[in-house]
């Protein structure tokens, strides 16, 4: 076993049920779960105070292993169901340009481009093949813009499980051609993400493959969850004052803020949470609008277009979580538009050094939108989340 592994060979886990997030209702564990009853995501739960006792802060600095090094938040009992990739910790990059530009405090990039193939689909994914080998599921499927589906062929390819993707036919030809390289079944759809997971749906019920569409199946947000702990473990056990966040299905949003209680409760982290910004394009901005008009649920986004792939989602099945966790913290909703985030993506490469993905800068065209307006502040700490590799995009022509 290599060093940086050593100490890792069993997990200690604290599942003891889920929980359906709009009803409550529980479900039993160790169980293949799709959907609630009612239709909606389960959500894990653990035995919080046994998991506190269980680990420390000095045990997680000692361990290396990326996120898996949080395995006791985390769903899998057997280690040998796990499959890693080279995990690491992602790094929080300091954008010292563009803050002094702005006349900020401190503008931090979670770039989560650094995860096994170049994205934190790694997280999600991991997590929901690693459970879906527990489990005995054999034959995955899912809709993706890209990132999702690399991921998916690249964790299930190495757990010996069969893929079945499906991408909208105009997503970027690099994801395409990792996932098939992946040895997914790779099915290019004429239409949008919410299309894709309707064939997804069918395969499904005339195949019997396991549908791991983000939220459908309840482990991809556990894995999501790692990043709100290690961003709290990067910054000394504390929190960021904001929290900028690309949102498309919002798996990640509502992970870290699942995380988040998780570690107030065993103690780790105290009761401020940061504000969380839910960023969306203006081609496609369902939550933003839903937002703005105090909704509880966001409708169909029609005709949805912007050319950052990871967030055009024109209906999400987590909208309520995504809405609640906005609210909650006093955060906001914000688009921007794919001029500002292409301008975005050229600034902060010329000027830090930084290649953001899409996605990642509009996260930053909308903190320097909101700061313009107000809504934040320039001595509050941000952290925008930059999710994929630039690397994995056209890039502009010379
Ligand atoms: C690069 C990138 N950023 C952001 C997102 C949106 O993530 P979430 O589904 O957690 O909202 C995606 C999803 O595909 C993505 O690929």
Known sequence: MPDNLRG????????????????GEKYPADVVHGLSAAGKPLLVRYELAALGRAVSKEVLAARDGGFWKYREFLPVRKSENVVRLGEVATPLVELH?????????????KDEGRLPTGSFKARGLALAVAMGKELGVTRMAMPTNGNAGAALAAYAAAAGIETHVFCPADTPEINVREISLAGAHVT???????????????GCERMGWFDASTLKEPYRIEGKKTMGIELAEQLGWRLPDVIFYPTGGGTGLIAMWKAFDELEAIGFIDSKRPRMVAVQASGCAPIVRAWQQGAEHAEFWQDAHTYAAGIRVPAAI??????????????LAIAVDDTAIADALAEVAKSDGLLLCPEGAATYA???????????????????????SGLKYPLPAV
């Open 8 to 23: 890792m060979e069993e997990f200690a886990t604290f599942v003891t049920h889920l929980e359906c997030s709009a009803t």
């Open 97 to 109: 340009a563009a803050a002094r530009r702005a006349g900020a405090k401190r503008l931090l990039v």
């Open 188 to 202: 290019l759809v004429d239409g949008l993400i919410n299309d894709c997971g309707r064939r997804v749906a069918e």
């Open 318 to 331: 987590g909208d309520f979580l995504i809405l609640r966790a906005v609210r909650a913290s006093r955060g």
């Open 366 to 388: 909308a903190w320097k939108a909101a700061l313009a307006a107000g809504q934040v502040s320039a001595d509050e700490v941000t952290v925008l989340f930059n999710c994929a």
